[in-house]
Nanobody, 126 residues
Framework: VQLVESGGGLVQAGGSLRISCTSV???????MGWFRQAPGKEREFVAA????????YYSDAVRGRFIVSKDTAKNSVYLQMNNLRVEDTAVYYC?????????????????????WGQGIQVTVSS
């Protein structure tokens, strides 16, 4: 599964940005979603969408501000990011897995997808 991201860039705090990810080949797996990695920090789960139903998953850091959506006909997943904060600055990675869905541990979602995009920079200025 080859994933291609687009739509990153620079935005002011409080603004919005939408990033996209498309699977080069038809995707029929379990879920597609997003992680991010800020400088000096570990990669963290952001959001994901089940490919087989309308279930969605959000980290606490973005719930209520970000919206994950999909277009199965286009093999694409999107992340609409609203009310952006400086701390949202990171490289955002698209991810997909054929079998596994994010699993809530009680405090965070655990998901280890098999497929990754190359990453796209999102910078939020103050």
């Amino acid at each position: 599964v080859q994933l291609v991201e687009s739509g990153g860039g620079l935005v002011q705090a409080g603004g919005s940005l939408r990033i996209s990810c498309t699977s080069v080949r038809a995707f029929t797996g379990a879920a597609m979603g997003w992680f991010r990695q800020a400088p000096g920090k570990e990669r963290e789960f952001v959001a994901a969408k089940s490919w087989r139903d309308d279930t969605y998953y959000y980290s606490d850091a973005v719930r209520g501000r970000f919206i994950v959506s999909k277009d199965t006909a286009k093999n694409s997943v999107y992340l609409q990011m609203n009310n952006l904060r400086v701390e949202d600055t990171a490289v955002y990675y698209c991810a997909a897995d054929g079998e596994a869905l994010p699993r809530y541990t009680g405090s965070y979602y655990l998901w280890r997808p098999a497929h990754w995009g190359q990453g796209i920079q999102v910078t939020v200025s103050s």
